[in-house]
């Protein structure tokens, strides 16, 4: 049994999922002085006692249990896109922190492909200011590209890594400007936390608490105001009321069903498992699952393309050196009238350690590597130098979550996720392999490997001012359900074109904002 | 035990007393033999033993014990697969049934079991599952042979690169916690870390 505070009383708020968006609501809302329960599948683990230095044990960071993947491109899901326990995918994300930029919110108007998001950089502009401001994120003095150029919270992150190194190197000599990365990974001491120590292990948790999560700053926070955190608590069903709005939500832990009432339900549980609980917890009155009449609920979900490009080098280079990603390039951020693509992509200098990259290898574009050439390739691992591209991957009404005849343990059908590339997508990935490998190669390396990735996801209950082809507002309201609400990267219209994160958490700032507002107006009242 | 890469006395466990708790008892654990399979029979083990050091073309026995171990563990314990194509079996069923379509698929069209084999053969008929183009038919109808080759592939990758023999063969420094790198200019090493011999 559980040690509970709230079991019988209706809160104010019952937050599903404790990642990125989770654990930022969590704070806000209990520091408001409202009532929190935090409900999260996953563990609530000790940096120090449950984090390793280790790749294979720390797999497990990662939501393993099964999705069905379908499509012409079936994603790889698990460890490479998705979080569980308290803190989400923070808990093993590399930490870079890119700000959207204007043109971000804007590819109908100015391409003519996807949607407007209804709102614009401007009104985000602050939160990120807060987010970062909050978190201390580690940045040069001019960033060179976007609406921000800084100067950041905190310094620049140095030294950098070789692989960083060599990518600054490769830009220089072909006149591409670059920089040392923007980072939720801090430089100096903040809020008794220690710098970074260069392990380079951020996939795998950050044992010395150098790199932000939410469960080492969000969640501890939100306990302390008053937030009643839950984990390995999986929730199953949104409870409706008979007046049309939600009433609270049904979750299992160690196998017991037990009920949370409240006036409030927020998601954030991830582009997944938030369209799939929706879905799960259809009903009489909303037999395609809720705040679905749109029937937007689990379409358009992106990913990021995320192809590396590994090069080998006459010198060592030492790719498990240093924090992951330390060096960036936006040059090829916007769309440009030459490319026969629209928007663009980020790239990254990016560290791989030996099961990634491995892993990688093998998967190869043009045939799996095995046998003898991987052996081979494994004995000259020091001696390869990675880049990697962050691409905007257009939405697509078809790349969706769907609900399976297939159970998981608790008796819930599994998610099916389907994802295709579409044209725009595979030329903008050609075109960035191709600067991937310039820059490699101006460096000194012989490119060998191109391997087809992907990274992060978006969408999947897309905000929009249209409630029929859209699931929510800007402030993550559904349209359907005045007291439900979805906070996480399944709200995005589009995926930008760099790493996601900083906008999921400013975004949840201004969702929290809202909903502090409306309460206070008493507009947020119970399913009667 | 020799160590064939640029490093060759470059042992990584010597550094282990540098390591943290945790690190150092989950690394450690992969240097004592896995024996008593909960899932894999004798014969399927047999079978792997050779297959998985085909893949990775290296047969250093207590480094194929620690991935048979994994292998083992995984399809017993079946935590979740991350991801499954439509259509493909559960883990455990692929590699089981995958298994037995080698075999028989050998016997049918070299008149030997996969162990009986040379490597070359044994190599080919590998290759031929990656491409999807194993024979006969009506043996492999029923099992996809690419996320065959796949599951084999990864489930073989991630074990065998997480063993640190193979950690101190390829100049990997391994586990860096509490200690950190210092030295991280292009060329630069901290005094830890593999030096290349010539
Ligand atoms: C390997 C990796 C590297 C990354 N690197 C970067 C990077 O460098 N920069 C960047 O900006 N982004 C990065 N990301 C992406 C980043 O992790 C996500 O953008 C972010 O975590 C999304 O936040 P979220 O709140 O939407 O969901 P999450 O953080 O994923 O949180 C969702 C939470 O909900 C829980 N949950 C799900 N279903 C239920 C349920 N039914 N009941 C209870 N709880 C549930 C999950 O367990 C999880 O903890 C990376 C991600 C990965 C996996
Ligand atoms: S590289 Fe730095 S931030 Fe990343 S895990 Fe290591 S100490 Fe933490």
Redesign the pocket.
Known sequence: MMQRKYANEEVDVVI???????GVLAKELSEAGMSVVV????PFRDPQKDFASDELSMNDL??QDTRIVDGKDPLTMG????????????V???????RFQDADFKARTIDGVAEDWPIGYEDLEPYYSRIEKEIAVSGPKHFPWGNYHGPYPYPEREPLSPNAYLFMNGCDKLGIRSSVAPLAILSAPFEGRPPCINRGFC?QGCMPDAKFSTLIVHIPKAIKAGAEVLAD????QVLMGKDGRVRGVS?VHEGSTYEQKAKVVIL????V?TPR?LLNSANAQFPNGLANSSGWVGKGIMVHSSQDVYAKFNDEIRLYKGTP?LATTQDFYRSDPNNNFVRGYTLHAHGARPVGFAQGISKSQGGPVWGERLRETLLNYNYYGRVTMVGEVLPHEDNRVTLTDELDSHGLPRAKVTFSYGDNDTKLIDHAVGKMSSILEAAGGKVEFVIPDT??MMGGCRMGDDAEASVVNSYGQTHDIPNLFIC???IFVTSGAG????T?MSLALRTADYIKEKAKKLELTSSG | MTNFGHYPSFDVMKEQDEWDDHTQSIVASRLKPQGNFQFLTHAEAGMLNRICSILVSDQTPEVMNFVLGHIDQTLHKSPGEGQRKTGVPQAPELIREGLKAIDQGTRERYSASFLELDNVRQTQYLKDISESKAEPHPIWSRIPQEPLFQKLMSLTVEAYCSHPKVWSEIGYAGPAYPRGYVRTELGQVDPWEAKREP
């Open positions: 599903v999922g404790a990642g990125a968006a989770g409900l999260e599948a996953g990662g939501w460890h490479n896109n998705s979080g569980r326990g308290i803190g989400g995918g923070t093993h994300f590399t930490a870079v922190f890119l996939n608590c999986m929730v199953t979750f954030s549980a991830y582009v498992e609980l990603v990274a992060h996480d990267a399944s790493n996601p994160t900083n999921v």
